[in-house]
């Protein structure tokens, strides 16, 4: 099936650091999807973006759509401890269909 | 009010036992879904219900049933688990079919050995 690559795949960061992570797929997507776990919790959608550049903020996440509609970005700004967790991408590629999962980017935050 | 509801939370299969996990939510959805996560593999569809009284098959079915009971409940079984299958299973909930608010549930930590 599609596959969407998630990069970094691990980061450990200082506390207060930014944080960037991204996701790309070889196919195009009209939705893409930002998701957070916690260890031992199952995912919690955080943002959601559906429209090519759409940039849309969270708190401290932001979130763009890739203008190609083959990408997405997650930031995270000014880091805190509880931000620890995995962070999942996920495209759809329309109402109806079902959602592909990217590989998770595991986030450590040093205090 | 629960959201969707797993149990148990952690199983020990041998290989060859049978078991079904279960799944609920209170929510009204009339979309379920169960998934598998694997170590960097993200997660993978197994089988969903569009509506109550369908069901179908998503990416990695092989090995595995599904029930929907009734509205609120969607159960996984495995007929004759294999080591391949241990993994951690996440059942989930939306309003419907394809919905961008998929809600999780806490997760069910299986191991075959």
């Known amino acids: 099936g599609q596959q969407l690559n998630q990069s970094p795949q691990s980061m450990f960061i200082q506390e207060g650091e930014d944080v960037s992570m991204n996701c790309t797929s070889s196919?195009?997507?009209?939705?893409w999807l930002w998701y957070k776990q916690d260890p031992g919790e199952g995912p919690v959608l955080l943002i959601a973006?559906?429209?090519?550049?759409e940039l849309t903020s969270n708190g401290r996440l932001t979130a763009q759509f890739g203008i190609t509609r083959k990408d997405s970005f997650l930031n995270i700004s000014a880091s805190i401890p509880s931000d620890v967790g995995i962070y999942f991408c996920a495209g759809q590629l329309g109402a109806g269909n079902m959602l592909t999962f990217g590989g998770g980017t595991r986030l450590m935050v040093k205090p | 009010n629960a959201g969707v509801t797993q149990t148990p939370k952690f199983q020990v299969l041998k290989t060859g036992q049978s078991m079904t996990l279960q799944c609920a939510q209170d929510?009204?959805?009339?979309?379920m879904y169960w998934y598998r996560q694997d170590p960097g593999m993200g997660l993978r569809l197994i089988y969903y219900s569009a509506s109550e009284g369908t069901t179908d098959k998503g990416e990695v079915p092989n090995g595995y049933n599904v029930s929907r009971l009734n509205k609120r409940e969607f159960s996984l079984r495995l007929e004759s688990a294999a080591p391949s299958q241990t993994s951690v299973y996440f059942c989930?909930?939306?309003?419907?079919?394809?919905?961008?608010?998929?809600?999780f549930g806490p997760g069910t930590r299986l191991t075959v050995t």
């Open positions: 929510m009204n959805h009339n979309s």
């Open positions: 989930a909930s939306s309003a419907t079919s394809g919905d961008r608010g998929q809600y």
């Open positions: 196919s195009i997507f009209n939705t």
């Open positions: 973006l559906y429209k090519a550049g």
